[in-house]
T-cell receptor, first 112, second 111 residues
Framework: AQSVTQLGSHVSVSEGALVLLRCNYS??????LFWYVQYPNQGLQLLLK??????LVKGINGFEAEFKKSETSFHLTKPSAHMSDAAEYFC??????????FGTGTRLQVTL | EAGVTQSPTHLIKTRGQQATLRCSPI?????VYWYQQALGLGLQFLLW???????NRGNFPPRFSGRQFPNYSSELNVNALELEDSALYLC??????????FGSGTRLTVV
């Protein structure tokens, strides 16, 4: 079975600072990996996905993630945080077309 | 292109009653997934339907059930509601490119 671990349930950064949200996966075969964002009282919005093509994946809103098989990681980064990035972020893993398995989420706070 | 549509947006039920939640997938998507997001419990997988069949089920009691219709829309039924069933219920649909798109959810409150 696949699983993901998100390190840090809360991350706080200053506006303009680098955003780094960590995700490590466990899978016996190369999986598909996803990052979603959730704003309060809303559903999940897909930021980006890794589907065994390019290891560096660019997503929406300036986010990107790099698949590193040797480290079993899929960390999410953004060079410069904006106030509007404050939300909860979820990493997920699957072997399609099976269900997504989510991490516990990381709440990102952006301060002035 | 219309996204995944869930109805109702909010639902208030009394303990012991039944709740029915609905999901319309993106046109062309044949798979529908249901998740429960209860406070402090993260995103828990409930059910997966594809081509009208239940393909997988999460660790939930049998009073959580559902079905998928010929047009690929889906219903989630929760019988004998308990207070701890209060949560945001999210539906997602998937295409052949394995993109999972979520709806905005149904907020179920059991009182």
């Amino acid at each position: 079975a696949q699983s993901v671990t998100q390190l840090g349930s809360h991350v706080s950064v200053s506006e303009g600072a680098l955003v780094l949200l960590r995700c490590n996966y466990s899978s016996s075969v190369p999986p598909y990996l996803f990052w979603y964002v959730q704003y309060p009282n809303q559903g999940l919005q897909l930021l980006l996905k890794y589907t065994s093509a390019a290891t560096l994946v660019k997503g929406i809103n300036g986010f990107e993630a790099e698949f590193k098989k040797s480290e079993t990681s899929f960390h999410l980064t953004k060079p410069s945080a904006h106030m509007s990035d404050a939300a909860e972020y979820f990493c997920a893993v699957t072997l399609p077309p099976s269900k997504l398995t989510f991490g516990t989420g990381t709440r990102l706070q952006v301060t002035l | 292109e219309a996204g995944v549509t869930q109805s109702p947006t909010h639902l208030i039920k009394t303990r012991g009653q039944q709740a029915t939640l609905r999901c319309s997938p993106i046109s062309g998507h044949t798979s529908v997934y249901w998740y429960q997001q209860a406070l402090g419990l993260g995103l828990q997988f409930l059910l997966w339907y594809d081509e009208g069949e239940e393909r997988n089920r999460g660790n939930f009691p049998p009073r959580f059930s559902g079905r998928q219709f010929p047009n690929y829309s889906s219903e989630l039924n929760v019988n004998a509601l308990e207070l701890e069933d209060s949560a945001l219920y999210l539906c997602a649909s998937s295409d052949r490119d394995h993109g999972y798109t979520f709806g905005s959810g149904t907020r179920l409150t059991v009182v």
